[in-house]
């Protein structure tokens, strides 16, 4: 097989190598099956023009309830907006344990992504409830919305007719013409192969990709929790 590069590590045979070499090629053909699906995502013409602006309910510094309407989300300058919709209903216990472990990983990094693009958290509880959470988990960096009292998370597939909560990662552009729905994380909604899940926002959820570096791979019968503490 042709030399990818001329890297090797302490003491490893050369069977290793052959078969790092082969699993690199593959690793390869993915990064560029990774470009070529953002780059046909990109391409995507626009989606529905969003019907009506959203009003949400959010806290501003001082503690006090607000409204905010779904353009003022929108930056001035930057005309893309994430929306990811956490599984948080308003007569739920507590929150669920995986979008808390993505939340985790987003809090930190948010801020860069921010730089580029703007990016929102909404749940369908109160908005003190979901304050509370946040500050549990000593989230400073990502906005919190509750959609309680508007459509929002059922026209964007975030709640069932049955108002079961679902994730979802929504995507918005914003045109002198209107605010336009543009992407959906849809793969949630298709029949993942045997031995996965849907991985819809695979690419963004570092918790998981962590495991698929390590021999054991991704644990069987685990998902994430609110406390480790916990016995």
Not at 61 to 75: M, Q
Request: glycine share 6%; net charge negative.
């Amino acid at each position: 097989m042709e030399k990818l590069h001329e890297k090797t590590f302490p003491n490893e045979s050369s069977e290793y190598r052959d078969a790092r070499n082969k699993l690199l090629q593959s690793e390869i053909d993915l990064r560029n099956q990774i470009e070529k699906v953002a780059i046909e995502r990109r391409s995507l013409p626009l989606g529905g023009k969003v019907n009506e602006d959203y009003i949400f309910e959010e806290m501003d510094d001082w503690g006090n309830i607000i409204e905010t309407k779904l353009s003022e989300l929108f930056k001035s300058g930057k005309d893309n907006l994430i929306v990811y919709s956490a599984m948080y209903g308003p007569n739920a216990k507590s929150p669920c344990p995986g979008c808390t472990a993505y939340i985790d990983g987003i809090n930190g990094m948010v801020v860069h992504a921010e730089q580029n693009l703007n990016y929102a958290v909404i749940a369908k509880a109160p908005i003190q409830k979901i304050e509370k959470w946040a500050e549990t988990r000593n989230w400073k960096n990502v906005r919190f919305l509750s959609s309680f009292k508007n459509s929002f998370n059922t026209d964007y597939h975030a709640e069932d007719e049955k108002g079961s909560q679902w994730p979802a990662q929504n995507v918005f552009i914003k045109k002198p013409e209107g605010i336009y729905h543009f992407h959906n994380a849809e793969m949630l909604y298709s029949k993942p192969f045997e031995g996965q899940d849907a991985r819809h926002i695979e690419l963004v959820e570092v918790l998981w990709n962590l495991f698929d570096y390590t021999p054991d791979g991704r644990p069987k019968k685990w998902d994430p929790k609110l406390n480790y503490d916990q016995k």
